[in-house]
């Protein structure tokens, strides 16, 4: 019989109910909508209101929670501003 903490038990019932709800865990693949040099030249070129809806794929540097927002850093933008990310 296989002992589980209350830690691994809750995250294999989430991970049950993801699956019961039609959703991958773990994909194989992900659809990203721009690369981080376009963001970054459309960024300096275009209204920030304008990106409703972005998809990058990378590593984040530094992730920061900020009360109801969470400002990130992904790679390749060490000299950029931060972006910030709804919760």
Known sequence: MERL???ERRRRE???LLRRAGIDPYPYTYERSHTVAQLRQGVATTAVETFDDVALAGRIMTFRRMG???????AGWERAPPTLLPC
Request: charged share 30%; proline share 8%.
């Open 68 to 74: 109801k927002s969470n400002i990130c850093r992904p």
């Open 5 to 7: 903490s209350d830690q």
């Open 14 to 16: 989430e991970l049950g």
